[in-house]
C-alpha cells in the first residue's frame, strides 16, 4: 500500500509563489507515475499536472501551462509542485496522486485512472 502525505499549502497574495510537496512511502516512488489534481469548492476535482516515472515527460492543464512546473526526486521518494504567478482562481484544495499503472493519452489527465491519493493541502490566493 502507498501513502501520500502534501505539504506546503498556504495563503498567498496572487502573484506569489508556493511550493507544495508529495512524501510517498510504502513503495518505491520511482515505480509510480504522478501528478497533482486540485478541486475547488463546489467543483469536481480536476487535473493539474503529471509526471512520468523517470520525470522526462510532464503534463499541464492549459489553466497552469507556463506557470506551475511539476518535478520528482526519486531518491528523495518525493514529488513537488512549483507554482508560480499565482491567481485567485489557483485557490482549492491540492492533492497528489500516484499509480503505478502505463498511461495512455487521456490516462494522464483522468483522475479515475489513479489509484494512491493524499490527504490533500489548502491553498488560497487572496486578490
Known amino acids: 500500500q502507498v501513502q501520500l502525505v502534501e505539504s506546503g499549502g498556504g495563503l498567498v497574495q496572487a502573484g506569489g509563489s508556493l511550493r507544495l510537496a508529495c512524501a510517498a512511502s510504502g513503495r518505491t516512488f520511482s515505480s509510480l507515475v504522478a501528478a497533482w489534481f486540485r478541486q475547488a469548492p463546489g467543483k469536481e476535482r480536476e487535473f493539474v499536472a503529471a509526471?512520468?516515472?523517470?520525470?522526462?515527460?510532464?503534463y499541464y492543464a492549459d489553466s497552469v501551462k507556463g506557470r506551475f512546473t511539476i518535478s520528482r526526486d526519486n531518491a528523495k521518494n518525493t514529488g513537488y509542485l512549483q507554482m508560480s504567478s499565482l491567481k485567485p482562481e489557483d485557490t482549492a484544495v491540492y492533492y497528489c496522486a500516484a499509480d503505478a499503472r502505463p498511461r495512455y493519452g487521456s490516462g494522464w489527465f483522468d483522475k479515475t485512472k489513479y489509484t494512491y491519493w493524499g490527504q490533500g493541502t489548502q491553498v488560497t490566493v487572496s486578490s
Open positions: 509526471i512520468t516515472w523517470s520525470g522526462t515527460n510532464t
